[in-house]
C-alpha cells in the first residue's frame, strides 16, 4: 500500500522552532526572555475589551476587520481600504509567496532574515535565496546583486529579527529603486514601535509611492497580542485584492480583534512600554559588554548576544541560565551558533540575568 505524499520540496521545509517556555514538571517561576514579547504586558483596556468580547464568541467575527482597519487607518493616517489584517503578521507574509510566486520562482532575503521566510515560500513551491550580509546588518548592495529573473518577491525585515539591527530609510528606498517593477518588495515592520532613529521608516511612505511594495505590523510586540495573534498588511489596492481573495472568511477572532482595536487607542500604555526598553537596553548592553560579551547594537527590545568562546560557550550558557529557569533563544537555526537573543523584561528579570550571566562567565 502507498501513503499520501506530500508535495515536493515539502519535507524540505525545517519547522519553525518557538522560544522556550519551561517545562511543565517544574513549577518554579520562569523569567522568559526568548520570544521578544513585551516586558510589560498588554493596555488593560485590551484586557477589558478583549472579555467583553468573549462573551458574544457565539457569533462569527467580522470578517473584513472593518473596526480594526479603521482605527487602524486614522492612527497612521493611511487607507483602510488598503489594508488587510491576519492571524499574526505571519500569515500575511506566508499568504505573500502563495499569491506571488510558483515552482521556479525565487524569494529573497537576507541572511539573517527571519526564520519564517523560507518556510513561507518553500510552502509555496518557491525557492529561498539569502544575500550575505555584513556585521549583522541588512546590506542593500548584496540584495540588489543577488536578484535575477526569477526574482518575484523580496522580504525585508526592518528592524530584523534576530539581529537587532535596521536599514535606514534611504537605504530601503535605494533597494524599492533598485527592484525591477515585477518584483514585490515587503517591508516587515514588527518592530517598528520601539526605534527612535531620525532615519528610521516603517516604509508606509514607500507604500504610498509605488504598486510593487507592501509593509506588515504586528500587535504581537509592543501592544503584547502576543497570544491573540493579530498583524496586518499595508499595500496597493491590486495586492490587497488579491490577498482578499485566498484568505480564510474568518481569519481574525473577534476576540482579537476587539482587543487590538482597544490596545491601539490606549497611547499612553505604548509609551510607557518604549520608556521601558529605552531604559533597560543600554543598561543591558552595557552590562553584558563589561562581562565580555559582544553584544550587538540593537533599537528593539532584544539583544543578539554572541560569545567570545563561541558556540560551546554559548550553549553552556544557554543551558546555566535554563538551569536557574532564565529561557533565552539559541540561534542555530539562523547559523550564528556563537550567539543567543535575549529580550527586554522587568526589572527583577533583568537583574536576575545579569547576576546569572555574570556568574557563567566568571566560571567558564
Not at 525545517?14 to 522556550?20: D, F, Q, R, T
Not at 546588518?137 to 526592518?158: G, H, Q, S
Request: net charge negative.
Amino acid at each position: 500500500m502507498t501513503a499520501p505524499t506530500p508535495r515536493e520540496g515539502i519535507l524540505d521545509i525545517k519547522p519553525y522552532v518557538p522560544g522556550k517556555s519551561g517545562d511543565d514538571d517544574d513549577t518554579r517561576p520562569v523569567i522568559k526572555l526568548s520570544s521578544n514579547e513585551s516586558a510589560l504586558g498588554p493596555s488593560r483596556h485590551a484586557i477589558e475589551a478583549a472579555k467583553a468580547a468573549a462573551e458574544t464568541m457565539v457569533r462569527y467575527p467580522d470578517g473584513s476587520s472593518t473596526e480594526l482597519r479603521e482605527a487602524i487607518g486614522k492612527r497612521w493616517d493611511l487607507d483602510p481600504d488598503r489594508i488587510i489584517c491576519g492571524c499574526g503578521s505571519d500569515e500575511l507574509l506566508e499568504s505573500l509567496p502563495q499569491v506571488y510566486t510558483t515552482v521556479g520562482d525565487e524569494v529573497l532575503y537576507s541572511q539573517y532574515g527571519f526564520a519564517v521566510y523560507p518556510i513561507a515560500t518553500r510552502a509555496a513551491g518557491a525557492t529561498p535565496v539569502t544575500a550575505p550580509e555584513g556585521d549583522y546588518r541588512t546590506d542593500v548592495d548584496a540584495m540588489l546583486a543577488a536578484v535575477t529573473e526569477r526574482t518575484k518577491l523580496v522580504f525585508l525585515a526592518n528592524p530584523n529579527n534576530p539581529t537587532g539591527s535596521y536599514t535606514p530609510a534611504d537605504e530601503v528606498r535605494r533597494l524599492r529603486d533598485g527592484l525591477p517593477g515585477h518584483v514585490l518588495l515587503v517591508i516587515d515592520s514588527a518592530y517598528a514601535e520601539f526605534v527612535s532613529r531620525d532615519d528610521y521608516s516603517d516604509g508606509a511612505e514607500l507604500v504610498h509611492d509605488s504598486d510593487n511594495t507592501v509593509m506588515t505590523r504586528t500587535f504581537s510586540k509592543i501592544y503584547s497580542l502576543a497570544g491573540l495573534r493579530i498583524g496586518w498588511l499595508y499595500g496597493p489596492a491590486n495586492v490587497i485584492d488579491a490577498m482578499n481573495r485566498v484568505r480564510a472568511p474568518f481569519n481574525v477572532n473577534s476576540i482579537a480583534l476587539a482587543a487590538a482595536t482597544a490596545a491601539i487607542a490606549d497611547e499612553d500604555h505604548v509609551v510607557r512600554a518604549r520608556e521601558h526598553n529605552d531604559g533597560w537596553l543600554p543598561r543591558l548592553t552595557q552590562s553584558l559588554r563589561g562581562m565580555g560579551l559582544i553584544v550587538h547594537d540593537s533599537v528593539v527590545n532584544f539583544l543578539l548576544v554572541r560569545f567570545p568562546g563561541g558556540a560551546d560557550q554559548a550553549q553552556a550558557a544557554e543551558r546555566y541560565l535554563a538551569e536557574r529557569r532564565i529561557f533565552v533563544r539559541n540561534l542555530n537555526a539562523y547559523g550564528i551558533p556563537d550567539g543567543l537573543r535575549i529580550n527586554i523584561g522587568l526589572d527583577h528579570e533583568m537583574a536576575a540575568l545579569t547576576d546569572a550571566l555574570g556568574a557563567f562567565m566568571e566560571q567558564s
